[in-house]
């Protein structure tokens, strides 16, 4: 199990790297004005107008950098600073959730596979938890031992082809943000430059999950291999 402990960690310095990155890009693009002067909320609303799409809310949530789209319920919820924002970030990361809305409507096959695979991860974490309490009190010996090693590839399996597929629905997603606040000037010149960066860090929170979840489930499958 040293591996496992030596790869969580390596990720968590990845991840803690780039969500500090992220964060500080957004801190810094929030307070630059957006040219239009639209609150984040506004934005989102003038994206689904423009694509003619109707039928999904826009709520204000809580907390910081937590805005998302929940397909089941067509709700874009968008934290504080963006929903009232009137900077590049608020105007990016809200024209981003309603990329997603568009996804949604436009039947995009990524966004439908992520969907159908939430179920399937969730149940895959709340296995691990339990897996991992095996390889504490020591069950890894024997044939039971390579069972479970086993079952823990396959639950990290799941999340992975799970980080793998959000990694073109959020790179699409933010594609399409930027295409809409380009041609519709809501963002210009360096205003743009600086939504598609801060898009761009969002983005690379996902690759590095992506990329831990792939090394964890390629480590347990070898370790599994290498029992038999």
Known sequence: MMGY??????????GWF?????????KRYSKIPNTSGMTGYEIGMAMMDHYNISGVKIV???GSLTDHYNPRTKTVALSPEVYQGRSIASAAVAAHEVGHVVQHAT???FLAM??????????SSKMQQFLFMGFMF???????????IMVLAATFGATALFSLITLPVEFDASKRALVWLDETG?????????????????AMTYVAQALSALVM???FLMMAASRD
């Open 18 to 26: 780039v969500s500090n990155k992220l964060k500080t890009k957004f």
């Open 138 to 148: 020591g069950m890894v010996s024997g044939v039971g031992g390579s069972w479970l």
């Open 217 to 219: 489930f390629l480590y």
């Open 186 to 202: 809501i963002t210009r010149g360096q205003e743009y430059d600086g939504a598609k960066d801060a898009l761009w860090w969002a």
């Open 114 to 123: 992520r969907s159908n695979l939430v179920p399937v991860v969730q149940f």
């Open 107 to 109: 039947a995009y096959k």
């Open 5 to 14: 402990y030596v790869i969580l960690g390596l990720f968590t310095a990845v």
């Open 60 to 62: 204000q949530g809580q």
